[in-house]
């Protein structure tokens, strides 16, 4: 195959040098011998190195990547010098690559997977087979990674990628964990190996994996900690560390292989299957060949076997094998292993040296002892190429691996001895131990807590090396709440879990959860992690010393131990070293190199040869390592290091050089932010943590003190979370530095979370100190550290002497020194940038809030200093309840600078100022700590008047509160103005800054605050929260008293004025009253809801606390033996003028006028039984004249004494026209006395005239203009009126335009139309022109808009009329004799409302006028002329104008009084409709009398015209009567008027094509063409619907076309109901 790559010339990579991203890559050792890094030229910026074995990758800017080292792929080998350019990724723009033991991977901008390199293993992932053309992939091939899980299919978005010898790892953009290859190292549910497709790691699916990393045969990953159920009960300081939970070890010991590891195993040989292959390369200086032969492991009896285990090998500074990862709660259980114990002190009394000169193994040499790793893989072992060149001319050969014999029981022995900590080799032992054990939050082999994430496709963000993808929280900052999850193989302990089992799926390692990790990183065969802390823990192989610790080896996490001047911040691993990163005295990063040392020239030959020969899958053990991580001295003439790399036996490092101020700068912060939280970590761990669980903790501090301490913890808990979060972003930001926007910064998108986070720690801080908590704390913390106090001392700045003490004040305020590093930080930032830039001003805005935070709490510590120093000088128990944790003491007048005006020779005035209150202590002696009397004044319900100096020396300053004012007079002018100013200072910020209108110097008149009375009045002892104006309730507020009784409303001048909200409890009943309405001075005045505590709602006006003018009141059901509605008139709280009461229990309606609650006068009274009565009412009594009608038209005229009582003289009508006049007495419902003449009616002599008179209702009713007055009444005085028809027009407008503006504030919910409407009304219309046929539309307009708004005074007053109307209608009042006065009701309505109207616009002529233009307008009149001219006027009135307005609300109720009122009629009418309409069209039609000329003959249907025949039915004129049909869907005359025009119209139009020439109609062929119009539109009510039209229509139409049509109309009706005349 050709090859595709090509070589960048030396001068073509230095065109153009860069200045950041520089490469340097060199051959792992320590300081030892000097060391040359070489640069690697190219011309374009690195932004990422991946180190395989004998290979590497680099991502340069652009996303293009290139290769070098031994690619065996391809035959080749690439010098670094010179990489090579991989053609085949060129125009896919890279962002992660990642290279393996002897494979490569690329992830690109979309998502996408490439591999290539050898596939022996199925670690590139291509294509299923075993044939010798998949052994290897030379070019990139892209690997798809799809979600079958999902129907359909999809793709699946890759973020970052990892692999190892044998397997690769990626991490989707959903978090979640794809895996393809071979080993347990995969982590899959699988024993068919190689897995060539991608599937998902499902023991992890649900969980949000940050990141990956590959070791050899192990794997890690970083996973976001699942939050317990009960997080809430976590301590403030509390970890969740091994040391706070119980160690449940025992899924950690299980092999999931399911071998149990005693000696009673049987011995099974599993061969791994092998493969040829071979690679040859032609025209090359470099030639490589590998020939593999087959081998297998075997385990034999071999006892004679004396080699020590390496697994117990430790050096010499041990004198035992550790047990570590144990609290020493678990120590205590080891009892029964002493004796495994001895065993491990007699294996591992090698020393060191001892073990360098008798034994060249390795950690992979390791494996071949134990059978975890020899039992996974069934996969032939691609051997790779060990060696170490001396120069380019050097070849390296392959090694072949052999099989080791070994013994069965000297593999159980060394399983058993090996074990660390308190675990357990056998399924036994882990069974009976495990049902004792707790498990953990992270429970192996069970399913997750979560739900899978969604799945969607997203891009893979760019990034450089050393990147990790954090597990950001809701607000961005990256969660330290991490575990670390690994599986693989174990032999060496790589895996972490105290053991060296394999583990074919992810298990969480408990030791490192709650150790807030932030990047994983694996060597060949051990395992590395960094902490937000700076810390870094190793586990694993240490042949090469590559753990930075003498233990080899660790199967549990343990610490490198680092200088206390280093601070770890990127980790990278090797073959058999790690590199380390840090922070050292300065910004300038520091390199620290642990592992194998660079072996001198004389030696490497000797290495070499011996590499060759040796038989083992990783260098030896170095003869020379270094312990500790030890400096690399070369770093410091790299410029910054931004981050590491380690691969196989090469280091690599990516620098900048000549950075600009931008990243300076952000180097700077980060290292400013870790080097604090660096020491935030020490004090919790050194003083707060042990302090907070100690048990005396309360007793030691007191009862406040104690609750103060937990609150500084948990806020310097939150402020340590908040800086570990931030240097771990920063971290991060610099890794990808040029990745990113300064105004992504955390650090100004956040400013006030880090704002509020300091705020609130310092509170805490100096509520504690002012409480005197740190004199005790420091007694307490010298019991409690012991020795761990002179380390705490180390951290504290603040003890110069050196005589070991901390001033543990000094120690808590340390951390505000950081917001001052903030702003000098940011204000280095500002000059990157112009003034007028976005970034500019977003720095500068978040500099000055940081600037200005560390002044104000600078100070707040300062006067928390002085308020302790303070009480401590004034301590007594006379103090003890001025003295509060957030009180703090500005100035006092003990010196009697500042007294009282008018104040006795002899007496005494102490005052303070706090921050939160004047103190005013009278028979005071302050050096005595003695007082009788104090008063405290709250700062915020303080108003400040300095009152002129005179020439008699008075200085006085004069305070208004809210119920006293008093005069305060210094001694100097100087005093006045430093009282003066402390006052205004703290006033103003009492009331947050002076933002309720405070200038400087003086305080805010108005301002909104808290206060409760204690003066006599009406608000005594009542808590008031809302505005103030000088000193008084003003404004919107809240009143509580202790009685229950809350007012929420408006106040004016510190009386409840306006709008609000009143509960008003009832002790007796033991409920509440409510009423939502308008006060005034103090008192209910205007409209308002009362729902009383008897259950009463009253709903009207009041006035001075009464009900008086319109209102309605529903009675309750609590104590009453009859429940109802009144509505009408009240005054002064009692019935008075017109009102209905509709009495419920009894079934009465009575409608009239009352006086005093009584009903007295005019009246008229209706019962569900349909008896009417109408007369007069006195003393709430039926008495004088009246007329009482039952249902059967029985009557009785005469004199009444008591409620259906007749008493005199009267005239009885019966219904069939008989009569009985004379005396009578009785109940109407019990029976009648008579005394008088009965007159029968003769058969064939007419009704007597006189009947109708005698049933002329109405004589003894209210006029129907005179019945609900008080609702027009407050019609007018909404507009400002206090008579009707008299006030200023303009103050009316006025009035409606801030009625409606006040409720569209305070109205939040109203809809979008709805908000839109109340803007229009809330503009004033022209209204004082005169009215035209141009504006009266926008009259019309604006009234109609006005009506349907419940707020403006005309939509009210129609919503008013209707509810009157319907309660008089309605019900008991839906009587049929009760028409004629309501259709009267409902013109005095219209009256009314048009004399309203044109109040508002004067321009409108009076009812019946014209307007005096022309118009064209649907309210005409047509006259015509004899010259053919036709001439429209338009006629204003009430009708035309307001009807359409308000009648369709009144439509349903009185539409049904004119059907009960013509019931009978309509029956007939129905009926022969009905009759009728059962003959066909041309039989009707010729029944009727219509002539044939008229019939029609065709029909369409469906577009054709078919023949009409004898027995079609109801096709003819089919449009007309659809048309007539309408007039059911109207509601105003004038509307069915015009259905009735347009009937006439389509009936003509069907008429016109059959007639020949000009058509006109007469009457006599009209009237029965339309008659069966009428027939067919079988309108129900149709004599309803002509009485409706005729009573309410504008009389300028009754006598035009329209009437005429209305008469004809009317005219078929009654012929139909005369079927005789038919």
């Known amino acids: 195959m050709e090859n595709k790559e090509q070589s960048i010339l030396p001068e073509e990579q230095a065109a153009v040098p860069p200045q950041r991203g520089l490469l340097h890559i060199w051959q792992s050792g320590g300081p030892s011998e000097p060391l040359c890094p070489e640069r690697v030229h190219l011309s374009q910026c690195v932004l990422q190195v991946a180190l395989g074995e004998h290979h590497g990758l680099l991502l340069a800017q652009g996303g293009q990547v290139y290769s070098f080292g031994e690619l065996l792929w391809r035959g080749l080998s690439v010098p670094v010098s010179a990489p090579m350019l991989e053609v085949s990724l060129q125009g896919t723009t890279v962002v992660r690559v990642a290279s393996g033991g002897f494979h490569c991977g690329a992830v690109s901008e979309q998502g996408s997977v490439y591999m290539w390199g050898e596939n022996t293993a199925g670690q590139c992932g291509t294509t299923e087979g075993g044939t010798d053309s998949n052994v290897t992939v030379p070019e990139p091939y892209p690997v798809p990674v799809v979600d079958n899980e999902v129907v359909p299919p999809v793709a699946v978005c890759i973020m970052d990628l990892a692999c190892g010898r044998e397997h690769s790892l990626a991490l989707s953009a959903q978090n979640e964990l794809w895996a393809w290859g071979s080993g347990c190292q995969l982590g899959l549910v699988t024993s068919n190996f190689p897995v060539w497709k991608p599937q998902k790691v499902e023991h992890l699916a649900g969980r949000h994996v940050v990141q990956v990393a590959c070791g050899a045969y192990h794997s890690l990953a970083l996973v976001r900690s699942l939050h317990p159920q009960n997080s809430n009960t976590h301590k403030p300081l509390e970890r969740r560390s091994p040391s706070n939970q119980s160690l449940a070890m025992d899924d950690a010991q299980y092999c ?66 550790p047990v570590t990862g144990l609290t020493d709660k678990y120590k205590c259980a080891l009892s029964h292993e002493l004796e495994l114990q001895n065993l491990l002190q007699k294996l591992s009394g090698h020393s060191l040296e001892m073990q360098n000169s008798s034994r060249h193994g390795d950690t992979d040499s390791l494996s071949s002892h134990t059978s975890d790793d020899s039992c996974i893989s069934t996969t032939p072992f691609n051997n790779p190429l060990s060696s170490r060149c001396k120069d380019d001319s050097t ?42 054990r707790k498990k953990q939050r992270s429970l192996p082999g069970t399913p997750p807590y979560a739900s899978p994430r969604p799945r969607h496709h997203c891009a893979s963000k760019s990034s450089s090396s050393g990147s990790i993808h954090t597990p950001e929280t809701e607000d961005g900052f990256p969660t330290l709440e991490t575990e670390v999850w690994s599986w693989g193989r174990g032999s060496e302990g790589q895996l972490g879990h105290g053991d060296q089992l394999a583990r074919l799926q992810p298990l969480c390692i408990k030791n490192l959860t709650g150790e807030e990790v932030i990047k994983v990183a694996a060597g060949s065969h051990h395992s590395l992690v960094l902490t937000a802390q700076c810390q870094v823990y190793s586990w694993g192989s240490n042949m090469c010393g590559q753990l930075g610790h003498v233990n080899s080896p660790v199967t549990l996490p343990q610490q490198v131990k680092l200088s206390d001047d280093f601070r770890a911040w990127d980790v990278s691993a090797g073959q058999s070293h790690s590199l380390l990163l840090a922070d050292g005295n300065s910004d300038q990063p520091v390199l620290l190199y642990c592992g194998q040392q660079q072996e001198p020239r004389s030696k490497q030959s000797e290495t070499s040869y011996q590499s060759k020969r040796s038989c083992q899958r990783s260098p ?68 707060l943590t042990p302090l907070y669980n100690k048990e005396n903790v309360r007793p030691s501090l007191g009862e406040t003190c104690s609750r103060l301490f937990l609150s500084v913890c948990g806020t310097f808990n939150r402020l340590s979370t908040l800086i570990g979060q931030h240097s771990t972003l920063l971290s991060y930001f610099v890794h990808e530095v040029q990745c990113h926007d300064v105004t992504s910064l955390h650090l100004l998108v956040h400013t006030r979370h880090f704002l509020d986070t300091y705020t609130a720690y310092c509170t805490a801080v100096g509520d504690f100190q002012v409480m005197g908590g740190f004199p005790l704390l420091h007694k307490l913390s010298v019991e409690c550290l012991g020795s761990q106090h002179t380390k705490l001392a180390q951290l504290s700045e603040f003890d110069p002497s050196g005589s070991g003490g901390v001033d543990l004040g000094s120690l808590f305020y340390w951390p505000l020194q950081q917001l001052s590093q903030y702003s000098q930080v940011l204000l280095k930032l500002e000059a990157s940038y112009h003034m007028l830039t976005t970034e500019y001003k977003s720095i500068h805005r978040s500099c000055m809030l940081y600037e200005s935070l560390s002044t104000s709490l600078l100070r707040r510590k300062e006067e928390a200093e002085a308020t302790f120093l303070f009480w401590k000088t004034h301590s007594g128990k006379n103090t003890d309840g001025l003295r509060l944790p957030q009180r703090r003491v500005l100035c006092e007048s003990s010196n009697r600078t500042l007294t009282l005006q008018g104040a006795g020779r002899f ?48 200085y006085a300053i004069k305070i208004t509160c809210p119920e006293e004012t008093f005069t305060l007079v210094a001694s100097t002018p100087q005093e006045k103005n430093k009282w003066l100013h402390f006052l205004n200072q703290e006033v103003d910020g009492s009331l947050a800054g002076g933002g309720q209108g405070a200038s400087p110097g003086i305080t805010a008149m108005s301002r909104t605050a808290s206060y409760t009375f204690t003066g006599e009045g009406r608000f005594k002892d009542a808590q008031y929260t809302g505005s103030w104006h000088a000193g008084r309730v003003h404004g919107r507020g809240t009143m509580s008293w202790p009685t229950g009784q809350t007012y929420t409303g408006n106040f004016k001048n510190g009386l409840e004025d306006g709008y609000g ?77 017109y009102g209905v009461y509709d009495d419920i229990t009894r079934g009465e309606k009575y409608m009239g006028m009352w006086l005093d609650d009584e009903r007295h006068g005019s009246a008229v009274v209706v019962t569900q039984y349909g008896v009417y009565y109408e007369g007069n009412f006195k003393e709430n009594k039926m008495s004088g004249p009246g007329l009482l009608v039952s249902d059967d038209d029985t009557a009785f005229r005469g004199e009444f004494s008591e409620d259906w009582t007749v008493n005199g003289k009267g005239v009885l009508s019966l219904a069939n026209g008989d009569s009985l006049e004379g005396h009578f007495s009785g109940e109407w419902n019990a029976g009648l006395k008579v005394a008088g003449t009965y007159t029968k009616l003769a058969p064939d002599e007419p009704e007597d005239k006189d009947r109708e008179n005698f049933f002329r209702f109405g004589q003894y009713l209210v006029a129907a203009g005179e019945r609900w007055v008080c609702v027009f009444d407050e019609c007018w005085r909404r507009l400002g009126c206090d008579v009707a028809g008299r006030g200023d027009r303009t103050t009316a407008w006025e009035n409606i335009a801030v009625t409606i503006s006040s409720a569209r504030r305070h109205s ?76 009267k009701e409902v013109q005095a309505y219209l009256k009314h409302l048009y004399s309203i109207v044109r109040f508002l616009f004067p321009g409108l002529p009076q009812d019946g006028n014209i307007l005096p233009e022309t118009p064209v307008s649907p309210s005409k009149i047509r006259y015509s002329s004899s010259s053919e001219e036709v001439s429209f006027v338009t006629v204003v009135s009430c009708s035309s104008l307001l009807l359409p307005l308000l009648l369709p609300q009144l439509y349903p109720p009185l539409f049904m009084l004119y059907c009960l009122h013509d019931e009978q009629q309509e029956l007939q009418y129905w009926e022969r409709i009905l009759r009728l309409n059962k003959q066909p069209d041309q039989s009707l039609l010729s029944f009727l009398g219509v002539q044939q000329k008229f019939w029609p003959k065709c ?40 259905v009735i025009q347009r009937t006439f119209e389509e009936l003509t139009q069907e008429i016109k094509p059959m007639q020949d020439g000009d058509f006109l109609w007469c009457m006599d062929d009209l009237l029965p063409l339309f008659l069966y119009i009428v027939l067919r539109a079988r309108i129900r009510n149709l004599g309803a619907e002509v009485s409706l039209i005729e009573d309410l229509m504008d009389p300028n139409l009754q006598h035009g076309e329209q009437g005429l049509m209305l008469t004809t109309l009317k005219a078929c009706y009654i012929q139909i109901q005369l079927e005789s005349t038919i």
């Not at 069965?408 to 399924?427: A, I």
């Not at 100022?913 to 303080?942: E, G, K, M, W």
């Not at 939040?1308 to 009266?1336: D, F, M, W």
């Not at 209608?1369 to 004629?1380: A, Q």
Request: aromatic share 10%; proline share 4%.
């Open 1308 to 1383: 939040p919910h109203l809809s979008r139309s709805q908000r839109k409407v109340l803007e229009s009304l809330e503009c004033i219309p022209q209204h004082g022109e005169a009215v035209t046929i141009k504006n009266y539309d926008r009259i019309q307009t604006y009234l109609t808009k006005a009506c349907e708004a419940p707020i403006h005074p005309l939509g009210w007053l129609v919503e008013t009329l209707v509810t009157v109307y319907r309660m008089t209608y309605v019900g008991v009042g839906s009587n049929r004799r009760l028409l004629r006065e309501a259709v």
């Open 256 to 321: 999931p292989l399911g071998v149990e590891l005693t000696e009673s195993t049987s011995a099974e040989a599993s061969a791994r299957r092998s493969s040829k292959k071979s690679f040859l390369q032609a025209g090359s200086t470099h030639g490589y060949q590998a020939v593999l032969v087959p081998y297998s492991y075997s385990i034999s009896n071999n006892k004679g076997n004396d080699q020590a285990d390496p697994i117990t090998e430790t050096d010499s500074l041990t004198t035992s094998y």
């Open 395 to 436: 070849v390296c050969s392959q090694v072949l691996r052999p099989s080791f014999p070994m013994d069965l029981e000297e593999f159980s022995l060394t399983k058993k001895t090996s074990v660390q900590g308190h675990t357990s080799s056998t399924l036994t032992d882990i069974s009976n131990e495990g049902e004792t």
């Open 1499 to 1538: 029909m369409s249907v469906l577009g054709e015209q078919q023949q009409i025949v004898s027995s079609s039915k109801d096709v003819s004129f089919v449009c007309a009567v659809e048309t007539l049909q309408q007039i059911s869907t109207t509601f105003t005359p004038a509307h069915k008027l015009l």
């Open 1061 to 1137: 909200e009143c509960v008003i409890p009832n002790k007796t009943l033991n409920k509440a009253g409510c009423y939502q309405g308008h006060w005034r001075d103090g008192k209910i005045h205007g409209f308002g809801i009362y729902r009383y505590a008897t259950g009463e709602v009253y709903e009207g006006c009041f006035s001075d606390g009464q009900r008086h003018g319109y209102g309605m009141l529903s009675s309750g059901k609590l104590d009453k033996t009859s429940s109802g509605v009144f509505i009408g008139q009240w005054v002064f709280d009692k019935k008075t003028g």
């Open 620 to 687: 030896n053990r170095a003869e020379n390592y270094s312990v500790r991580p030890a400096l690399l001295p070369f770093c410091v003439e790299m410029g910054y290091i931004s981050s590491v790399s380690s691969g196989g036996q090469r280091c690599a490092l990516l620098a900048n050089c000549n950075t600009t101020t931008f990243i300076s700068t952000i180097r700077e912060l980060a290292f400013k932010e870790r080097k604090f939280y660096y020491w935030l970590s020490s004090v919790r761990k050194l003083l």
């Open 907 to 954: 007496s005494n005035h102490w005052f303070i100022l706090f921050n939160d209150a004047l103190v005013h202590i009278q028979r005071a002696i302050p050096s005595q700590n003695l007082f009788s009397t104090h008063h405290v004044y709250p700062l915020n319900c303080l108003w400040l008047k300095p009152l002129p100096d005179n020439n008699s020396g008075c």
